[in-house]
């Protein structure tokens, strides 16, 4: 039986990176996310029951061609009969995991790994359905996140929203941690690992009961990274070595009040997951409703800023998913 490893966290958190390198590995699958469960866990109910078989069927091949445009071509991409026919049970899990264990399959792969950073909100549901599967919480400095998201296509803009999301992110990922089998939860530092890529690979791999083996490091190399790079803004720098000096840019590219925002929203969590803060706790007071707002209205206005600036070329890699979204969602209006 092949195995499941999930990579949690939040995104710009470098589990590209982490995800190109453990591709590399004979042993291991790890396409680009399509973020199955993501994208259709809220759409379920438009489905109906799913014990009836023509609900079901309707989900899997609405699953399938999700995956089928996304956005990263997959090398090996799972059709509809093939992954129909592996289903034992009517659930979106047991479709994601017939997804990814057709390349897993086709690899000769022992796991197959899926880095959709949001499932950290689901865990215990992952882990229940699936207890054999590996966790990697892969976590990175929250304010460099931040730095991150704002230059990037996806996401949030404005430190409040980031942060609120990457504190909440981070309870999900060590509360979980926290009460599960350390056989099966393993914790990554961001900054460790690109300060020290083999070490932190190496206690990886014998997390996971593998060999390391020298190509993990070369992964800027693979066709797996071109893919990547040419498919987004975002994934630019993987197709170069690590950039083991990618830390702490938040110190000179962010203002003082954005780091103060952050601090005040995720300092708890920063502290917790041993990063220093910048600002005295004394001067991190809670914001008012009306500081709220307004901080929530900027982000929208700093999100349709994003999407505009967005070459035309890349919004087009993504057209295919979101015309196939508001197809179904217009279905289940009906």
């Known amino acids: ?50 014990g009836k078989e023509d609900n079901f069927v309707r989900l899997v091949k609405d699953v399938c061609e999700f ?12 059709g509809f009969e093939k992954v129909l026919k592996r289903i034992r049970k009517p659930s ?7 997804v990814y264990e057709i390349p897993a399959e086709a690899k000769g792969a022992k796991y197959w790994c899926c880095k959709s950073m949001a499932n950290v909100e689901i865990l215990p549901e992952l882990y229940a359905a699936l207890p054999n599967a590996k966790f990697i919480y892969l976590y990175r400095d929250g304010r460099d996140v931040a730095l991150s998201f704002t230059k990037a296509f996806v996401g949030e803009k404005h430190f409040y929203a980031i942060a609120k999301q990457w504190r909440q992110d981070q309870q999900y990922a060590v509360s979980f941690m926290e009460n599960y089998p350390e056989s099966q939860v393993f914790r990554l530092c961001y900054e460790d690992f690109i300060q020290s890529p083999e070490a932190e690979l190496r206690s990886l791999c014998r997390f996971l009961e593998i060999d390391f083996t020298p190509a993990m490091l070369q992964y800027y190399q693979s066709k797996e990274s071109q893919r990547a790079a040419e498919s987004g803004e975002m994934w630019k720098n993987v197709v170069k ?19 103060r925002i952050f601090e005040t929203v995720a300092g708890d969590m920063l502290k917790k997951l041993g990063y220093d803060l910048v600002n005295e706790e ?53």
Not at 67 to 78: D, G, R
Not at 92 to 98: K, Q, S, Y
Not at 308 to 331: C, D, F, M, N
């Open 92 to 98: 979106l899990i047991e479709i994601m995991t017939a």
């Open 67 to 78: 995956v089928q445009k996304n956005p990263v071509v997959w090398e090996t991409i799972p």
């Open 1 to 50: 039986m092949i195995t499941p490893i999930f990579i949690v966290g939040t995104q710009r958190s470098g589990s590209n990176l982490l995800r190109l390198m453990l591709n590399e590995s004979p042993d291991i699958a790890a396409p680009h996310p399509p973020h199955i469960l993501k994208t259709f866990l809220p759409l379920l109910s438009g489905y109906g029951d799913l």
């Open 241 to 259: 070595p690590v950039l083991s000096e990618n830390h702490h840019k938040f110190l000179k590219e962010t203002s003082p009040e954005q780091i």
């Open 282 to 334: 004394s001067e991190l007071t809670p914001f008012s409703e009306a500081q709220i707002a307004a901080f929530n209205l900027e982000n929208q206005r700093l999100k349709q800023l994003a999407r505009e600036k967005t070459g035309r070329e890349e919004l087009s890699k993504r057209v295919g998913q979101e015309a196939l979204i508001q197809a179904i969602k217009e279905y289940h209006y009906e």
